[in-house]
């Protein structure tokens, strides 16, 4: 049964924190206002899952504010037959909203530890078409390419070439990538003749895109 006090939450989220932001998506307002966020988020923090912040999910991770998290998918312009990469799962969070706004989802994580938290939240939230796989987000997902949009979770230096060789004609990457001062989040479009088109969206803050090393070799505390 749905908890009555997290749904009222969700939709002042809505009304307080992003459509004043100019997040004016149907979809992705709907999306937001049914993903239980606190599935997601320590149970510690639990009475924190629908403030206007970026919350820690542990091993130096977070859960992004609830803005940026809607700004991105608003970006993609999603209808529900895409078929999407993100890169960077993180807590599931963002995963779970996409599991409402595309046909299928291949998220990919390096930490191994946050793949199998990321995997039991997403079965609770019913999230049945996301596959979380444990791999270097940074070199995407060749396997199931071309993506008709691809989501980036962490500060990228640079825009990676990988991530744009596996997007599909008309396809729109959305990514951080490092500024002067911070990161920019970009939004890249793909023409149907091969270029990139891109336009800077807004400030953010995310943890930096670690892509090169097996994740294999990482080690968790």
């Not at 966020?37 to 859960?63: C, K, W």
């Not at 046909?103 to 990919?108: C, D, L, Q």
């Not at 979770?153 to 990538?177: F, W």
Request: net charge neutral; hydrophobic share 40%.
């Amino acid at each position: 049964m749905p908890d009555e006090t997290m749904t009222k939450q969700r939709d002042r989220m809505v009304r307080r924190q992003l459509e004043p932001r100019g997040i004016t998506d149907q979809l992705v307002l709907a999306a937001m206002r049914e993903t239980p966020r606190e599935t997601f988020v320590p149970r510690d923090l639990r009475n924190r899952a629908y403030s206007d912040e970026a919350l820690p999910i542990g091993m130096g991770q977070t859960i992004s504010q609830p803005y940026i998290v809607a700004a991105i998918l608003q970006a993609l312009g999603l209808r529900g037959h895409e078929r999407v990469l993100e890169v960077g799962t993180g807590s599931g969070y963002s995963a779970a909203l996409l599991s409402r706004l595309a046909a299928h989802v291949v998220s990919v994580e390096r930490l191994e530890p946050l793949v199998r938290r990321a995997r039991r939240c997403l079965d609770t939230a019913g999230a049945d078409n996301v596959e979380v796989i444990h791999g270097d987000g940074g070199r995407g997902w060749p396997a199931q390419a071309p993506y008709d949009a691809i989501a980036v979770h962490a500060l990228a230096p640079e825009l990676p070439q990988a991530l744009v060789d596996q997007l599909a004609p008309g396809g729109r990457l959305v990514v951080p990538l490092r500024g002067y001062v911070g990161g920019v989040l970009t939004l890249f479009t793909r023409t149907e003749s091969g270029g990139l088109e891109h336009r800077a969206l807004d400030a953010v803050a995310f943890v930096p895109l670690i892509s090169g090393a097996s994740p294999a070799d990482e080690r968790t505390p």
